[in-house]
């Protein structure tokens, strides 16, 4: 098998996001990077169904050179080789779908595997786009029966199972009651949820390899692709400070509160 996966940088939740004075966007300085935990989530899938059927792992990234880190990351943890697609402007969530778009049909991968959404603009839309732009089946939200600390989990088994004859995916996926299995026919689009796997940690063999690994590199015009943004971020605030909590003496003095204060019985 072939699979395709992504991997965005974005910023480390870790750090303090401020949001600069005139609403345009945040301020970059002294923040630290990150692959898309989501996204992270996917190369680990694509790991593991390659493990079990052989093939190879394609990571892609859309930025400046500084995706490059992520992309090494993702090399590092076992990824074959890599597409940096090299574009520094703004771009929304189509003009990612239609760059990625591109790559898959230059790629010709069986699996794209990418996060549901990023935590950077959580937006959840890139995946579903793809799958309309390709035409191909999808399956978002993708998770498993079993736990993360179940034994399919520590023997790194695949949770996405693709058919004996190659052809098709089963995916186990999240619904708001549960859980619900659906099976797309090969090529398809997947993406994933938190419960789908635990990523493995770079080891340090596969950190010295990921140096020498392939990364291609190409541009939104070298792919044809048009991506001036259709959806424009006029200003970013930050929310209002929250009010500091305080101790009530007793239960009467609590619902007092939720009822005349709160309003909330």
Not at 18 to 24: A, E, F, I, R
Not at 106 to 111: A, I, M, T, V
Not at 114 to 129: E, M
Not at 192 to 203: I, K, M, Q, V
Request: with cysteine; proline share 6%.
């Amino acid at each position: 098998m072939k699979i395709l996966v992504t991997a965005k940088r974005v910023e480390d939740p870790e750090s303090k996001i401020k949001v600069k004075p005139d609403g345009s966007g945040i301020v970059q300085e002294g923040l630290k990077y990150k692959i898309n935990p989501f996204d992270e989530i996917g190369v680990e899938e694509g790991l593991r169904l390659v493990a079990k059927h052989g093939g190879e792992v394609v990571v892609v990234s859309i930025g400046g050179k500084e995706v490059q880190e992520q992309l090494r990351h993702a090399l590092a943890m076992g990824a074959h080789r890599a597409v940096w697609v090299n574009h520094t402007g703004a771009l929304d969530q189509m003009g990612v779908a239609g760059l990625l778009q591109k790559v898959v049909e230059k790629e010709k991968p069986d699996l794209v595997v990418l996060g549901k959404q990023s935590i950077d603009d959580d937006q959840n839309q890139v995946g579903q786009y793809l799958a309309e732009y390709l035409g191909w089946g999808q399956a978002t939200f993708a998770s498993k029966v079993e736990s993360l600390e179940s034994e399919q989990e520590k023997s790194k088994v695949p949770a996405l199972l693709v058919g004996a004859d190659g052809k098709s995916v089963r995916v186990v996926r999240e619904v708001d009651n549960g859980l619900t299995t659906l099976e797309c026919a090969l090529p398809a689009v997947v993406t994933t949820d938190l419960r789908l796997n635990l990523p493995r940690y770079a080891s340090l063999p596969g950190i010295m390899k990921a140096k020498s690994k392939p990364i291609e590199e190409l541009t939104p015009a070298k792919l044809g692709v048009d991506v001036t943004p259709k959806v424009q971020v006029l200003k970013m605030a930050a929310p209002p400070p929250r009010k500091a909590g305080i101790k009530v003496p007793d239960v009467a003095t609590l619902v007092d509160k939720l009822r005349n204060e709160a309003k909330v019985v």
